[in-house]
């Protein structure tokens, strides 16, 4: 079966070709995607290019006419390179500040703010170069459609790699970049089945990973040849080509010798005669300079040097920039890095812009439909003030992007009439529940919305009701700080509580329960600052009034404070935290120490203090198996008010459900959790949860230990995690629980 993709059908972004005549534009320069020429005049009908013209063409009267004479015209650019729906290390500190909301709403919108930063700078395609197939799918559908506006975009779906190989051991801990982004394959007729799959869902290439990576400690495993070969023979025969990730020169020779239709990534070499057999055999080389200068800057010189040697043996060099390997804040950011770096080592001006153009479009067979000012392209257009030829490139020269025959960007700023199409979704709403023999039903809802009125300032709030006649009201703020490496979070939480008293510690029986009422309102003001890479200090101050009702004399007497008042919390919290919250937050260790003092003179009732000493280890070898344990132990020193508040957490190692009865003089408690995968974005978790709280530690008895167990599925959504849905079913010593969940992972 011979496949013919086209990504851009005709109908492609029908919403913005409103043009029933034909418009002309004047260029003053035009560099056509292979060389440079003088004043023309363009003709564009139907979001295509019907002609060339002489600067004394005859423009027929009363046509629309775009006078860009003081400008050079030349195609849209391809970032050949490219992983979409990735962010960026500077942009991800920026969110961890006030919650990673804001990089959740960026893929619950189809990342608005990557298509437009992409058009400013004048990228009208991208070739991304690994990715999850049903991430993917619903942005090219909207594009298609004209749901959203954006660059052309063309991708591979899954990557080929060896089990383990890269990047799975990159991304341990991404449960769907593993699972939906790549292909572990070890044999070749599981890979051809995969292949004519990606072949049926229209993807525009294949990529396999050949890659042993031996600058990495401990190295990676890699493709086996014979697979590779068959996957590059499969891929072929229906019409598709084949990229491959190398790391070094003897791998791009070995990819070269079983047909690849590109090298993706520069290494070091003094052959000539690999960048020859490269020329001979048509086959693309992207080097992705920019990614290295900021992520393996020993390795530029020689890579630098091995680049000039391909460019003076007139080997096409492709520009791609391997966001968000490049830094740039938002995808596009860094098209012009790279190709100013290509220039700096001697690459000339005109092969800079051939490898940003029709380069990238032959290197996915599309130099027929983009990359190149020809009648019948598609007219993706940058218009660039003064001669492209002269000067550092540099965006800021763009004085507009046209897509498919509209003006989408004009002067840095989006079109008017286009602002719909790059609003930002930011609000998410999930319900969850919780039942056990003790508290009974208690049910509740949050809403998230992760950047308001795009203030920066993500929103939590959370409504619960239980049919013990208990519900609360929690309200949370999460907002950049003035003070640099510093977030702020200000909670406000009101609760009207059936108290339940349970008999594990607070000197009554396991079997005896006690019940009462009361009001409690909480506002809480804290502050995070980071102060290196591992370590940081979070300080707030909470204010709590807590009012019982008629029953407080049911009130056991051995809780001083509970019969309401007024509490005044000032709070430190010292935490080192190994977890790399990019690539594998499911894999280290994180260590909480946090002393709180309640001192009278600021209005507390009650003067107290106490020390919560909170460890978690991650373990993540394989890819979605998570292996974690938490130990918590919290001691308090003085008269300690009864406090309650609920909390039903969804998150590994978060659930609430037993941490929230740390109510009294002191307490342990310990939990385990495994998770494994079931299929795709579909993992098991089992789930073991055992403690007590004492008025001292004297008290603590083996025969006090409350515990559950449980397990249940979750669903992952994000490739940040961003998202997940979960059902617990356990057991307690007083019997059943279930916990039904949703919420965001750590």
């Known amino acids: 079966m011979k496949i013919r993709i086209s990504f851009i059908l005709t109908g492609l972004f029908i919403f913005i070709q409103s043009h029933t005549q034909s418009v002309y534009i ?129 991708f591979p779906g899954p990557l080929f790699t060896a089990p383990n190989g890269h990047p799975v051991g990159y991304y341990t801990g991404h449960h769907d970049l593993i699972s939906n982004g790549t292909f572990q394959v070890t044999d070749i007729t599981k890979a051809k089945n995969e292949i004519d799959f990606l072949a049926n869902q229209k993807i525009d290439f294949i990529k396999i990973v050949y890659d042993r990576m031996w600058y990495q400690e401990g190295g990676a495993p890699r493709l086996n040849l014979d697979v590779a070969r068959g996957i590059v023979d499969e891929s072929h025969k229906l019409g598709l080509k ?15 010798g079983i047909n690849v239709d590109g090298i993706e990534h520069g290494f070091e070499t003094t052959s000539d005669s690999f960048f020859l057999e490269l020329k001979d055999r048509n086959i693309s080389f992207t080097p992705t300079l920019s990614a290295y200068d900021h992520y393996a800057p020993k390795g530029v010189p020689s890579m630098k040097k091995t680049i000039k040697r391909a460019s003076d043996l007139n080997v096409p060099i492709v520009v791609g920039t391997d966001y968000p390997a490049s830094y740039g804040e938002y995808c596009g950011d860094d098209i012009f890095k790279e190709m100013n770096l290509l220039e700096e080592i001697g690459v000339s001006r005109i092969e800079v812009l051939r490898g940003a153009t029709n380069y990238g479009a032959k290197k996915i067979g599309k130099e027929k439909e983009i990359g190149f000012i020809g009648k019948g392209y598609r007219a993706n257009l940058v218009f660039y003030e003064g001669k492209i030829d002269t000067g550092k490139l540099t965006s800021t020269r763009i004085i507009r ?31 969850y529940g919780f039942y056990d023999m003790i508290s009974l039903f208690n049910m509740g809802v949050n809403y998230t919305n992760f950047d308001i009125l795009h203030s920066g300032i993500s929103l939590y709030g959370d409504v619960a009701w239980s049919t013990r006649n208990m519900w609360s009201a929690n309200l949370q703020f999460f907002m950049p700080s003035p003070i640099k490496k510093t977030a702020i979070e200000t909670t406000f939480h009101f609760d009207n509580l059936n108290r339940l008293f349970y008999g594990i510690g607070n000197n009554t029986m396991r079997d005896t329960s006690i019940e009462y009422g009361s009001i409690s309102i909480k506002e809480n003001i804290s502050a995070t600052s980071t102060w290196n890479k591992y370590w940081k200090l979070t300080y707030s101050v909470s204010f709590d009034q807590f009012k019982t009702d008629t029953n407080e004399s049911a009130i056991p007497s051995t809780i001083p404070g509970a019969k309401g008042g007024n509490q005044t919390l000032l709070s430190l919290s010292f935490t080192y935290d190994s977890r790399d919250h990019q690539n594998n937050p499911w894999k280290g260790a994180m260590i909480s120490v946090t002393p709180e003092f ?17 460890a978690r280890g991650y373990i993540s070898i394989f890819p979605r198996n998570i292996l974690c344990g938490r130990i918590l132990y919290r001691q308090t ?3 300690i008010p009864f406090n309650y508040l609920p909390d039903f957490g969804g998150s590994i190692l978060g659930r609430g459900y037993y941490v929230s009865r740390f109510i009294d003089k002191t307490g342990i408690y310990g939990q385990a959790e495994y998770r494994f995968p079931v299929w795709k974005i579909i993992s098991g978790v089992a789930f073991y949860d055992i403690g007590q709280v004492q008025n001292k530690p004297s008290d603590f008895s083996l025969n006090d230990f409350h515990y559950s167990a449980g397990f249940g599925p979750r669903f992952n959504f994000g490739s940040n995690e961003n998202s997940i849905l979960g059902m617990d079913f356990g057991f ?15």
Not at 414 to 421: A, C, G, I, R, T
Not at 598 to 614: I, V
């Open 598 to 614: 309640s001192p009278k003179f600021l209005g507390s009732k009650n003067e107290f203090q106490r020390m919560t000493y909170d």
């Open 242 to 256: 084949v990229m491959a990730h190398v790391g070094s020169e003897e791998e791009a020779l070995v990819m070269a």
């Open 637 to 639: 020193f003085g008269d």
């Open 732 to 746: 307690a010593g007083e019997g059943m629980m279930l916990f039904f969940h949703a919420g965001q992972s750590f």
């Open 401 to 431: 992007t046209m897509l498919h025959g509209d003006v989408i960007v004009e002067n840095g700023m989006l079109v008017n009439k286009y602002l719909p199409y790059f609003r930002t979704k930011t609000s998410m709403i999930f319900p």
């Open 26 to 154: 004047k260029a003053g320069q035009v560099f056509d995607g292979n060389q440079f020429f003088g004043a023309r005049i363009i003709e564009i009908n139907k979001g295509l290019i019907q002609d060339i013209y002489a600067q004394d063409y005859s423009i027929p009267k009363g046509a629309e006419v775009i006078d860009a004479s003081n400008c050079a015209i030349l195609p849209g650019f391809i970032d050949s390179h490219i992983h979409f729906m990735g962010a960026s290390m500077p942009y991800i500190n920026e969110i961890e500040k006030h919650s990673w909301g804001k990089l959740a709403s960026e893929g619950f919108s189809l990342f608005p703010e990557h298509r437009l930063h992409l058009l400013m700078n004048g990228v009208t395609s991208i070739i991304d170069m690994g990715s999850p197939l049903e991430s993917y799918k619903p942005v090219r559908i909207a594009l298609i459609k004209g749901k959203i506006i954006g660059p052309e975009l063309y």
